[in-house]
């Protein structure tokens, strides 16, 4: 099955949608903001998103993929009468990076820090560029959901502004940076969830902000080599870290990310023996216990899950897209 029927059938599976209004931001940690993703029915997903205020503006890292999130967090900004300074997009999947424009379109000194992992994937024969193609060519069907044809217009148009998405100042490697007067601390994870992944690390509250190396329900393995995946948790476990903002779900402990890292390693074993897709995608629900708050995300879980499996032995452990296998 296709993930987006998979989508649309655990969709089917819930309540009717209710009217998306702007997430609202809360504080997590001293000048520091969870203005928090979703996942609606029939809808892409949107990143969490996290705002560092510092002292000559706001670092605001992942920018979401749908107007109302990029709303709420322009409602955020106009609340504190701080600037945009910097957008840091932890990597380019769109649900991170499609609101890049709007952000910029209301704070034009904003400027983007990303990896070049986005260039690659607006090549020619990128990841980006070949879902475009696939988009335009579909012909609508009947039973598509009524938001369909309006997630693949936000996909088109963010497609159509492409520019928006690549680094004004790209991030090769490790190290400190100061944004908006604030130093944090920038880390380069290679061939991870994309081939060139950011994290971030601020030694003042002890909050790391990890983008999808940690997914909730599951990790999306569509553009991933997840060996490679595995030594990033493993990365971010050496950082002392006191609380950890995934790319989808709440705020986690250590000991929760530390649940979640060996989920991630047993599940990639499982991937690799004989076990059944479905065994597989059970074990993973039930590693990840705790953080899975209600039995509509570990219905979700395990169907991502089971997709995964699958997906990862057609393609040889790791996706097409992984430059290293
Ligand atoms: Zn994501």
Redesign the pocket.
């Known amino acids: 099955m296709r993930l987006a029927a998979l989508l649309v059938a655990l969709a089917l599976t819930q309540a009717a949608a209710t009217p998306p209004s702007p997430p609202e931001a809360r504080e997590i940690a001293p000048d520091t903001f969870l203005v928090p993703?979703g996942m609606l029915p029939n809808r892409g997903?949107?990143?969490n998103t996290v705002v560092f205020a510092g002292p000559d503006g706001l670092v605001v890292v992942?920018t979401g993929r749908h107007a109302w999130h990029s709303d709420g967090i322009l409602a955020f900004a106009r609340a504190r009468r701080q600037p945009i300074r910097a957008i840091v997009n932890t990597?380019w999947?769109l649900?991170?990076s499609s609101g890049n424009g709007r952000l910029k379109a209301a704070h034009p000194d904003a400027r983007v820090y990303t990896t070049r992992a986005v260039d690659r994937a607006l090549a020619p024969d990128g990841f980006l560029t070949r879902n475009a193609e696939m988009a335009r060519g579909r012909t609508p069907e009947p039973t598509d959901p009524p938001t369909r044809a309006e997630e693949t217009a936000i996909f088109l148009a963010t497609m159509e502004a492409f520019d928006e998405l690549r680094p004004d100042v790209p991030v090769e490697a490790s190290g400190t940076m100061r944004l908006a007067g604030r130093p944090l601390s920038v880390r380069a994870a290679e061939d991870a969830?994309t081939d060139a992944d950011l994290w971030l690390y601020d030694e003042a509250t002890g909050v790391a902000v990890i983008?999808?190396l940690v997914?909730l329900p599951a990790p999306?393995f569509e553009t991933a080599c997840p060996a490679q995946w595995q030594q990033a948790l493993d990365a971010v476990w050496a950082m002392p870290f006191r609380l950890a903002v995934p790319?989808?779900g709440a705020p986690m402990t250590r000991e929760g990310f530390d649940m979640y890292r060996g989920a991630f390693r047993a599940f990639r074993a499982c991937v690799g023996s004989e076990a059944e897709s479905r065994a597989c995608a059970d074990a993973w629900t039930r590693d990840v216990g705790t953080l899975l708050k209600t039995d509509v995300d570990r219905r979700q879980a395990t169907g991502f899950a089971a997709y995964y499996v699958d997906f990862l032995r057609t393609n040889g452990g790791a996706s097409p897209d992984c430059r290293v296998k």
Do not use: A, M, S
């Open positions: 993703g997903p949107d990143g992942d990597h999947h649900d991170h969830v983008g999808d997914t999306f790319g989808h």
